[in-house]
């Protein structure tokens, strides 16, 4: 059901999230000598360079699930290009962790606040709006970390792959995303993806609420 607040509240989350996570693939790879994506002006924190229509609806409707437009990389400026692309390729997951960590952070200072009456009106929905962006951040990051072609994930295995299996894995890349939509119409990658979820999601919420009011 479709809840005007959440929606609110969820969006910048989401926005940032998925910034973060393309601007941070691009950082690294800029600063591994790769010009690309500053010379395709991703090296930016402005949300409409990296969105991508359906992966940021999906992530609106998942709350767990989606992808934005990747950054273009050129591992030829790389000085050892296979483990430079699993830097590059773990950026994006390991930024959406930090994210998480600071959302619960923020979630615990406004919930504490929730017990002061006239705090309650702004910062419940603060704290609620961290709470999605723990959910958000971990859910994307997961995500990304499956071995699946194209997915962050995939790009960080092949590092420890033989050499003579790296190239055949990676071409798997176009039947990829045809074969996580079955996984997500049958329901097969919510069935993994959320249980994991929310068990991080509560790890974060206790090791966040050290020293919270």
């Known amino acids: 059901m479709f809840d005007p607040k959440v929606f609110i509240l969820l969006t910048p989350v989401l926005l940032l999230a998925l910034t973060v996570h393309e601007f ?6 800029y600063l591994l000598g790769d010009p690309t994506p500053k010379l395709a002006k991703r090296l930016s924190l402005n949300p409409i360079k990296h969105l991508d229509f359906f992966g940021t609806l999906t992530l609106f409707i998942t709350q767990a699930i989606g992808w934005a437009k990747p950054v273009p990389i050129n591992p030829n400026y790389f000085k050892n290009p296979w483990r430079d692309m699993a830097l590059v ?12 960590f600071i959302f619960g952070f923020l979630f615990h200072l406004f919930y504490g606040l929730n017990l002061n009456y006239s705090s309650f009106v702004i910062s419940q929905p603060l ?3 961290c709470f999605l962006g723990i959910k958000i951040n ?6 990304n970390l499956l071995p699946i072609p194209p997915l962050d994930g995939s790009k960080v295995i092949v590092k420890f792959l ?3 299996w790296r190239f055949n894995y990676l071409r798997l890349e176009m039947f990829g995303f045809i074969f996580i939509l079955i996984l997500a119409i049958t329901g097969v990658l919510s069935k993994f993806i959320y249980p994991i979820l929310n068990w991080l999601t509560n790890l974060i919420l206790g090791i966040t609420s050290i020293g919270s009011i």
């Not at 971990?138 to 995500?143: E, N, Q, V, Y």
């Open 24 to 29: 941070s693939h691009g950082l690294v790879a």
């Open 89 to 100: 390729s773990i950026a994006g997951p390991l930024s959406n962790i930090l994210l998480a």
């Open 127 to 129: 704290a609620l709006m």
């Open 138 to 143: 971990l859910g994307l990051a997961i995500f």
């Open 162 to 164: 033989p050499k003579t």
